[in-house]
């Protein structure tokens, strides 16, 4: 009697409740604003240049946070994403060599480099207990030695044909954005409709709930890395593609590892896991790339700029925490 | 069926099972009881596939099985529901029905298939309340039950073991547990019934074995036994009258709360005086575990008096000399990973009025720890010897209010025993108590003056002694002849 109740004045703050649907109101509300803020100072917000601009700067990002929502949805959690785009960005450019007959080869060694490094990860954390975030903090150091071994700057050369992938666009749609697109495309179906994705939602929910539900928790861990990591590798293909050759800060400068953490837990997904999606991650990570064009605009200095998305990830994740907290509470 | 025979299994190289024999017949329902830590949950561990045993053999329909993974306990048709659910609150109830083994359609999984046999399954318990697209974190702990059992039937299983069912559940919910084991037993499912509560042993089942520290006690005939037979086998002891005597004398009254209230409570006049003990009866949901927290400023009352002090927050009312007894003391009474010690001295030190490591030892002595051992994490003790250790925290600050929440659950019966003893030695040395419990025997046994809520409201008083049935009533709000 009492639970239906209940779930009846529940559903009316269902939208509100829902964190995805957070994000994207305050995604929306960030497009407005902005807007308006970019017309007061005089400048147009919504042009052409701006759009291609936020989707462009969303991409490589985009494909890493997707990447980073599987690990975290599980549970887990990848800090080698941002060395590990490094390291795939040489590996494709210094294969490629400038030639156009090296561009599946030099795809393949990444997706094969990436693989091996979530394989790793993966292992450590399921089969070693090693916790996630020492894991792949160690892995990341590890990589970062033989970057910093083998190279002291950019090195190799992406045949012209490939640079299509980083700068070409059908219409106000980067090809990179499409590339993106098909990721997240490909992740959300993964979560939502197979029973990879829903073994991930167990996993990430309770690990001893999934195995004594009959789940092998060491494989969900170990594919899961794998995806991870090859999204990682994606992104460092396109980063490659945008640069013409492979550099061994591309990943660290662009903050790959903290920032696609932020993106994710920005679009609703529990750090904790098991609670989240791929869409939220999508919406953080427009937000994340909306409110830089915005600043851009307006000419804000770039340390004011950290401080905003700052408060805007804590402020969101409090958020979260105060709906999940009321829903939660009935639970005793 | 099943036949297990001389299991044995020790954990690093401590023995907790040796030459348990154990057989049930399609549609029994076989209870097994034992004090905590008698090694009943390892057992059912083992034939679950958690835990691999040492010795012994375990045979399903005279063939012999091994269980290496949960897995294969479940394609085997065993299926256990432990006394912590293994749901996922965020999924919805056919998602948790069918973990683990989504069914699959071109690839996918197909929801409307698991939607549609969950369904079905629910009907077919006469479960109408709730559906399979809910999220679990929305339904009560009789429906969470509803929903083990419903995973449980779409396995097929045709072994059931039922950790501690009714651990959760409110009087009341308890009555439909038990058609829903007679559901299953009329299928033919063999049920394996482990419960603290005798009364549900006598009800439910048809053979009882008991087992003590990791040794088969004994199997009989339910019919064959009484209850102090059962108690006796347990504990290797007689345990006469199981509630220590009342209070004789009542002192100054301790806190007095008048038309206190909260989102979630209404008009509550209530005085727990020095030297009595006092039941707080109710149906779940009724706000007994409201009230407590509201006393202690968990939840503090929004309205009303409150004396010595309406307290806004713990440490107030912690000051205020208050303290209470969480019913969940592994997630809000201990700290798990630390030492008996530590935990003992939470919350002095939390007061801050330095902490007197010296003292920790009389304490234990004085809270009947068996063995005494500071250094000992508190995970590794027993429900009972965990509870003590909650207890001991406490009487580190002499507190002159002390509320307890469901103090007994999941408390084998010796352990239990000695926490009512110690609860009217308290009573005894001044200290006013009030004490929440859904076992309406404890509350009888134990309360000077037994307080029922129903609705978040105060609904009557009534005297020591009061029959079951006056409890009830009040409690579901039917008008008493």
Redesign the interface.
Known sequence: ????V??GS?TRFAALANPTSVVFLALAGVILVGWALVAVDGGQFLTMETVVGVQQRSAALGIVAVGQTLAIMAGSLDLSVAYLISLTSLVAAVTMAGQDSNIVLAVGAVMGVSALVGLVNGLMISKLRVHAFIATLGVSLIIKGILSDLYDGPAGRVPESFQHLGYDRLGPVPVSALLWAAVALVAWFLLR???Y???V??VG??V?????????TDRVIVVTHVLCSLCAGIAGLLLASRLGAGAPTVGTDGGYDLESIAAVVLGGTALAG??GGVAGTVGGVLLLAVLDSVFNQLEVNSFFKDVVRGVVIVVAVAVYARRTGL??R??? | MLTMTGIGKSFFGVRVLSGVDLAVAPGEVHAIVGENGAGKSTLMKILAGVHQHDEGTIEIDGRRVSFGHPLDAQRAGVAIIYQEFNLLPERTVSENVFLGREPIRRGLVDRTAMDTATARLLAELGEDSFGPRQPVKRLSVAQQQVVEIVKALSLDARIVVMDEPTAALAEHEVELLYRLVRRLQERGIAVLYISHRLREVFDLSDHVTVIKDGRLVTTVATEDVTSEDLVRLMVGRDLNGYFPPRSTSVGETRLQVTGGGTDRLHDIDLKLNAGEIVGIAGLQGSGRSELAKALFGAEPFTRGEMTPVRPRSVRQAIRAGIGLVTEDRKSEGLALRQSVRDNALLVTRAIGRGARRSGVRDLLERVRLTPPREEQEVRYLSGGNQQKVVLAKWMTVAPKVLLFDEPTRGVDVGAKAAIHDLMRELAEDGMAIMMISSELPELIGMSDRIVVLREGRIAGTLPAGSSEEAIMSLAAGEVSA
Do not use: Q
């Not at chain 1, 001893?208 to 092998?216: F, K, M, P, W």
């Open positions: 009697m009492t639970p239906n209940l779930a529940r409709r197979t029973k994705g829903y073994r939602y167990a929910g309770d001893e709930v999934a195995r004594l539900s009959g789940i092998r098991g609670r829903a939660g009935r639970r005793t």
